[in-house]
């Protein structure tokens, strides 16, 4: 099968922008959708934790220091929001986890109150 060979990018829930272009997504990117999973989210995570390089989420999804206890190979979490409150920092840092944001794209080139794009990357 032809996603078997894509990266694996883990979604907890779908960011609105996902449902948007999942179909053009799904051509580079194969997607492991927790909220779909009848497994518990821990059992789900336990489940692909070694494949899981990549995680695609926002701001309505905490990623806390459990959920990247249970991933040892993630390597980038990206996120459809400006800020990255909602991701543990520190925790990402100290394993050199690579974090993006959506930077200024929402905010028409305003500065935000958030954290900024270059405080929010390794």
Known sequence: MVEDHLPQVLVLRPPNS????????????????????QLPTT????????????????????????????????????TTSVGGDHINLPECRRRSISVANAGQVFTGGRTSDRRSPENISR
Do not use: G
Request: overall charge positive; aromatic content about 12%.
């Open 18 to 37: 996902f449902t948007i272009f999942e179909t053009q997504f799904s051509k580079k990117f194969h997607f492991l959708k927790a909220w779909e999973s």
């Open 43 to 78: 059992d789900f995570l336990a489940t692909h934790a070694a494949s899981v390089k990549a995680i695609l989420c926002n701001a309505n999804t905490p990623i806390t220091a459990d959920i990247l206890h249970h991933l040892p190979s993630l390597k980038l979490i990206v």
